[in-house]
C-alpha cells in the first residue's frame, strides 16, 4: 500500500485548494477543518474522500463561498488527479448518488456560519442536518472525532471550543449507525455490491471508535491502535471473571469468550479492503459481498452487545438495561441468521 505516497498527493490538493479559495473569500472564512482518513494520514486514492469543515463568518457568505469551493474543488480534483470523482457522491448525478448526498455520505465539504453550529456544546443547528443529527446520527461522536484528529488548514483553531460531554442516547446512536450501515448493507449488495461492500467494511472501522466511546474508554487515533485496546479489555474480563472458576468452568468461559464471540481479525479484512478496494471488488462476486456484509453485521451486533454489558455490569446503568432489552430479541434474531447464513 503507498498510503504515503498517496497522503503525499491529497496534502498537495488540500494546500491548493485552501490557498485558491483564501485568495478569494479570504475576508468570509472564519476557519477550515480537515478530519477523517486525510488527517489521519491514511488517505488512499481512488478509496478514500476527505472530510472537511469550512466556517464563514456569517450566513450572507455560505452559498458564494460554497458556490466557489465546489468548482474549484472539481478543478484540483482534474489537475491533481486525485480522484475524488470516483469517491465522491456530490460528483454524481444517479439516484442513488442524490440519495447519498441527501443522506451527507461521500460528502467533501459542508460550508457553515456561526449559527448552524453549537461548537461548545456540539449541536447541529443548520435545519436541513437537525433532524436527522437528533434522531440518527450521534452528534457528540462527530464533534469528538473532529476535536481529536482534526486539523486546522486555515483560520482560528476550532478544535478549542469543542466541550462535548455524551449523554448516555448520543452515545447509544453511536454504537447503532454501523448497525445501520451494516444492515442495509447487507439487503443491498445483490444489488449495489461496490456500495455496500465500501459502507460495511466502513461501518466496521467505525465500530470500534463508537464501541469505546459508549464504554467510555479513550479513543485514540488510527484504527489498529482502537483494535488492541478492545482486544485488551476483552482479556482482561476474561481474566478477571477466571480467577473465581474452575477448571471445567474456565473452559466454557474460554470457549465462549469476547475474543471468541467477536472476531477482531474481521478489522483486518475490513482494513485490507478500504486500502484495496479495486482489487477486493475485482475478486469478490455479488454472492461474497453479500457473505461479508453479513458476517460486517454480525461482527457490528456482537460488538454492541459487549459495549451494552459492559456499561451494565460496570456502572449499573438502568437505561443501558432497558435498551438492552429493547434490542436483545432483534439482535438475536440477526445473530443467528448471519451465523447460520455466514
Known amino acids: 500500500m503507498e498510503v504515503g505516497k498517496d497522503q503525499k498527493l491529497v496534502e498537495r490538493f488540500l494546500?491548493?485548494?485552501?490557498?485558491?479559495?483564501?485568495?478569494?473569500?479570504?475576508?468570509?472564512?472564519?476557519?477550515?477543518?480537515?478530519f477523517g482518513s486525510a488527517a489521519r494520514g491514511e488517505w488512499k486514492r481512488?478509496?478514500?474522500?476527505?472530510?472537511?469543515?469550512?466556517?464563514?463568518?456569517?450566513?450572507?457568505?455560505?452559498?458564494?463561498?460554497?458556490?466557489y469551493a465546489e468548482k474549484l474543488f472539481w478543478e484540483l480534483d482534474e489537475k491533481h488527479g486525485t480522484l475524488f470523482h470516483k469517491v465522491c457522491s456530490t460528483a454524481g448525478k444517479s439516484k442513488l448518488d442524490k440519495a447519498l448526498q441527501k443522506a451527507?455520505?461521500?460528502?467533501?465539504?459542508?460550508?457553515?456560519?456561526?449559527?448552524?453550529?453549537?461548537?461548545?456544546?456540539?449541536?447541529?443547528?443548520?435545519?436541513?442536518?437537525?433532524?436527522?443529527?437528533?434522531?440518527?446520527?450521534?452528534?457528540?461522536?462527530?464533534?469528538?472525532?473532529?476535536?481529536?484528529?482534526?486539523?486546522?488548514?486555515?483560520?482560528?483553531?476550532?478544535?478549542?471550543?469543542?466541550?462535548?460531554?455524551?449523554?448516555?442516547?448520543?452515545?447509544f446512536k453511536a454504537i447503532m449507525v454501523p448497525f445501520y450501515m451494516t444492515l442495509l448493507s447487507s439487503i443491498g449488495a445483490p444489488f449495489f455490491p461496490k456500495l455496500c461492500l465500501k459502507l460495511s467494511s466502513k461501518a466496521v472501522l467505525y465500530s470500534i471508535e463508537s464501541a469505546l466511546l459508549f464504554m467510555d474508554k479513550p479513543v485514540k487515533v488510527g484504527v489498529e491502535r482502537n483494535k488492541k485496546a478492545l482486544e485488551r479489555?476483552?482479556?482482561?474480563?476474561?481474566?478477571?471473571?477466571?480467577?473465581?472458576?474452575?477448571?471445567?468452568?474456565?473452559?466454557?468461559?474460554?470457549?465462549?469468550?469476547?475474543?471468541?464471540?467477536?472476531?477482531?481479525?474481521?478489522?483486518?479484512?475490513?482494513?485490507?479492503?478500504?486500502?484495496?478496494?479495486d482489487e477486493a471488488c475485482g475478486r469478490m462476486n455479488r454472492k461474497d459481498v453479500l457473505v461479508f456484509c453479513l458476517k460486517a453485521l454480525r461482527f457490528v451486533v456482537m460488538l454492541n452487545f459487549f459495549a451494552l454489558y459492559h456499561n451494565v455490569e460496570t456502572k449499573q446503568y438502568m437505561r443501558a438495561i432497558t435498551l438492552l432489552i429493547i434490542l436483545l430479541i432483534t439482535y438475536l434474531l440477526l445473530v443467528l441468521v448471519t451465523l447460520r447464513i455466514a
Open 15 to 34: 494546500s491548493d485548494f485552501v490557498d485558491e479559495l483564501v485568495k478569494k473569500h479570504g475576508e468570509a472564512i472564519d476557519f477550515i477543518l480537515l
Open 104 to 171: 451527507k455520505l461521500y460528502v467533501p465539504f459542508e460550508v457553515f456560519a456561526p449559527e448552524d453550529m453549537d461548537w461548545e456544546r456540539g449541536e447541529i443547528k443548520r435545519n436541513d442536518l437537525k433532524l436527522g443529527a437528533k434522531l440518527v446520527a450521534s452528534q457528540s461522536m462527530l464533534f469528538l472525532k473532529m476535536k481529536r484528529e482534526g486539523k486546522i488548514l486555515y483560520g482560528k483553531d476550532i478544535r478549542k471550543v469543542i466541550r462535548v460531554r455524551p449523554t448516555l442516547l448520543e452515545k
Open 233 to 277: 479489555l476483552m482479556n482482561r474480563k476474561v481474566e478477571m471473571k477466571a480467577k473465581f472458576l474452575n477448571s471445567a468452568e474456565l473452559d466454557v468461559v474460554f470457549t465462549f469468550s469476547y475474543r471468541k464471540l467477536i472476531d477482531l481479525d474481521f478489522v483486518d479484512k475490513a482494513l485490507e479492503i478500504k486500502y484495496n478496494f
Open 46 to 67: 481512488g478509496v478514500s474522500d476527505v472530510d472537511l469543515i469550512i466556517g464563514v463568518k456569517s450566513k450572507k457568505y455560505v452559498e458564494p463561498v460554497r458556490s
